[in-house]
């Protein structure tokens, strides 16, 4: 059979079981636990199986997947390797929440795909390593630029896996009520078994599996909602209209006397907890919790933005003077990122030729643009749910997930003014992520649907994962081991170290997970400034200055990642501003100073060889094949 | 496959080297003008009922992204086809 077949067949088998559980709640009442249990059981299920018929212990197979992935299944893999437990739960919920500061993330994201396509992923198949350092180490001769290469592949590909570990884990004991610590074990099960069974191999079918159940499940919640208010299938086309009438709705909440007296009720709670909290006499201990009740009185008392005019108002306010500055370095840090992650760029090894790896860079941004497409229309429709189906009703007939969705977290419905009516004021957000994972219960869709978010939540939590746990363990195990401390390793050897590594690094990020340290969020915006200082200038260099040598490249990955690292921790913890710059955007000093170290280290030492200067430019031209041979001689 | 001459290697890169400049020029004025810096007067003007710069950071720009990087794949693969510089059989 071949891969279209099989895929196709999934994909109608998918939606099929999706259907007949929808049916059986309607006509059975199928417990919504069951619902869960079955999503979850059955997309475990089928990542393991894929892990295990495709397991391998060839070295091109294990390494980079045979080099065999056609450009459209490359990018469907891609797309999954790269959305995130963040992309999908919390993207649009940050979009609703931020307004137009939060599209900072949306642009960069897809933007650094631009990069990626006419910097990096045609020139990197062309050379035809294994992995990033490997290619650091190859272009620059000698295991020094190899080594940093590891270490900043860790630093940025560590945080980022133990958040979306922690990703597995809430989804796993919110919808199945397992407990969190034991959540992120099994969610473990799920991503072991791909990659140390088959590498690159696996985890690239089962990257494609787990990319049309995230993008199922995230459309259908969208375009049945479009469907149902506009009879118009297409939720981007149609969200216009929804954000004028959710500017109505605010507008009329703004006005309600009602809403006004229940707003003066946070107020003035607001303000008791405010007087306590400067009250010398209140214990220390006290002062954590009464800050955050503080600050949930003053978010509550304010009403919800709208403008007079028809349009669509503060939501879409653009920051001014620092504001935009902030929006720009963030953009442009996050596609350098994009462009700069060693787990995304080492897919583009994977195509069978260097015109497959640009038209993959297509395909890969094309079903990224899917969901990110989507993600605004999700937030409006959210909104919008939250304002027609929930405020205004009794509180008395409140609908039974409400208490369900309440041990979550995520939000809480409380009846402030005592009028037995559910205000706007009344709806307490603790975490925007309700936005995604709540809002099919919200707008009355039946919980298949919400099963269905579960398993695509899983999905793009477990093959990030993947895509991590693979760049980690090859780079200690291939770089690190093989290429520097034991070159006559067997491939038998290396593999088994590899599949160690993987196991190990597993079970250090879910420890670490399992802590719930509330600045692996944080750190994992960070890792878009650290790849995109250490990395980009020294890859995009080391292809399009034959004259960049090792001196360059190391002084320049170091002092930039230095400068970017100095600027974090400074801002973050002690008060250091350049320009007014945020943390996030960190990496927009460390990059300019990651290209002219290089630079002007590169031109003030010799030339690197007549030998790697032929190589730079035969990448330029596909299958001059020097490039692919001269690296492959050293496998 | 017959080995390249110097002429034709310096075409086929400046050919390569003018299409992602261009590329990237546009890329930028997307991304740093349209929608950032001159987002707010863009959102005087309305676009299916959006106002227009917002439109273009949260829609535009994005589409714009894959229709470049589509348009990328095109011209520099039938740019190898051209100058006989492909691999068909290795796989």
Known sequence: MNLRKIFTLYTVGFLGVTIILGLAEHFFDLPNRWIGWIFMGLSLGIYIVIGILTRTSDADQYYVAGRGVPAIYNGMATGSDWMSAASFISMAGTLSVQGFSGLAYVMGWTGGYLLLAVFLGPYLRQFGAYTIPDFLGARYGGNAARLVGVFAAILCSFTYLIAQVTGVGLIVSRFIGLDFNVGVFVGLIGVLFCSVLGGMRSVTWTQVAQYIILITSYLVPVVVLSWQLFSNPIPQLAYGKVLQMNNQSALAITRDPQEKATREIWKAEAAAADAKLKDPATPEAEKTKLAAAQKTAATQAKAPAASDDAKVGNYLTVPKGKGMWNFLALTFCLMVGTAGLPHILARYYTTPSVREARTSVGWSLFFIFLLYFTAPAYAAFARFSVFTKLVGQKISDLPSWVTLWKPAGLFDVVDKAGDGIIQFADFVIKSSDFVVLATPEIAGLPFVVTGLIMAGGLAAALSTADGLLLTIANGISHDLYYKVINPKATLLKRLTITKIFLIVTALISAYVATFRLAIIVELVAWAFSLAGSSFFPALVMGIWWKRTNKAGALAGMISGLAVTLFYMIGSRFYGMSWFGTATVASGVFGLPVGFLVTWVVSLLTPAPDRETQDLVISVRYPTSGSAARAINAGH | ?91
């Not at chain 2, 997307?30 to 929608?35: D, N, Q």
């Open chain 2, 1 to 91: 496959m017959s080995e390249l001459t110097e002429q034709q290697k310096k075409d086929y890169w400046r050919y390569n080297l003018r299409l992602t400049m261009n590329l990237l020029a546009i890329g930028f004025v997307v991304a740093y003008l349209l929608s950032g810096l001159w987002a707010e007067s863009l959102n005087e003007v309305s676009f299916l009922g959006f106002p227009l710069g917002y439109y273009m950071a949260a829609q535009g720009s994005l589409a714009i992204f894959v229709i470049e990087i589509a348009v990328y794949a095109r011209l520099m693969n039938r740019k190898d086809l051209e100058y006989g510089i492909y691999e068909e059989a290795q796989k």
